[in-house]
């Protein structure tokens, strides 16, 4: 089955850690995504990457870091000076960057908890 | 910066009634797309219902449709005949044309269906 698989799905970590979150898709999509959920919020946006090799900041970026070295794959590292990291987070990938209207496909999700 | 705004926190439905989710949006750009998300408590996301800003005609998916009011900048959700499986999170979400990167979502409406 296609589709988007995250892991793991609850994650602990010790303050002044870091800690890396795993994405994989084998949609064959071009374009990938990192949002975070806090509760009575929206989702926002913390990286992006249409291509291999290349991405971009989002909204709240700051903290956080990403790499692209493979098409299926997209890790987010939560660094420690990220100021308060506990949240749902939630990868998404999308088809092509020149079909504005494709929907973002999102995966399970990750729970992120600081001790 | 493009804006969403769901009014609603909770709203709630008897089950096989019809229930109008909204969404307002603010936007200075004419080309631009429209979503509706389900988050269910598994907390998976999952498409609803997308509308193109240039379509004049209303989106619909089996019992759910929107209500899109361009000028106004209004694009509501109706569920009809509700199920109890319709109880979720409801995202409204907005994409600019120019680029498949960014969705920009509302703080979502928490829908309860009473059997």
């Known amino acids: 089955d296609g589709g988007i698989t995250q892991s793991p799905k609850y994650l602990f970590r010790k303050e002044g850690q870091n800690v890396t979150l795993s994405c994989e898709q084998n949609?064959?999509?071009?374009?990938m995504y990192w949002y975070r959920q806090d509760p009575g919020q929206g989702l926002r946006l913390i990286y992006y990457?249409?291509?291999?090799?290349?991405?971009q900041k989002g909204d709240i970026a700051e903290g956080y870091s990403v790499s692209r070295e493979k098409k299926e794959s997209f890790p987010l590292t939560v660094t420690s000076a990220q100021k308060n990291p506990t949240a749902f987070y939630l990868c998404?990938?999308?088809?092509?960057?020149?079909?504005?209207?494709?929907?973002?496909?999102f995966g399970p999700g990750t729970r992120l908890t600081v001790l | 910066a493009q804006t969403v705004t769901q009014s609603q926190p909770e709203m709630s439905v008897q089950e096989a009634e019809t229930v109008t989710l909204s969404c307002t949006y603010d936007t200075s750009e004419s080309d631009y797309y429209l979503f509706w998300y389900k988050q269910p408590p598994s907390r998976q996301m999952i498409l609803v219902i997308r509308?193109?800003?240039?379509?004049?005609q209303n989106a619909t998916e089996n019992r759910f449709s929107v209500n899109f009011q361009k000028a106004a900048k209004s694009f509501s959700l109706k569920i009809s005949d509700s199920q109890l499986g319709d109880a979720a999170m409801y995202f409204c979400?907005?994409?600019?044309?120019?680029?498949?990167?960014?969705?920009?979502f509302g703080k979502g409406t928490l829908l309860t269906v009473n059997p």
């Open positions: 990457s249409q291509i291999v090799n290349d991405f």
């Open positions: 509308q193109e800003a240039y379509k004049q």
């Open positions: 979400a907005y994409k600019y044309g120019g680029s498949n990167y960014k969705l920009t």
């Open positions: 949609l064959n999509h071009d374009a």
């Open positions: 998404a990938s999308s088809i092509g960057k020149d079909r504005a209207y494709n929907e973002q496909f």
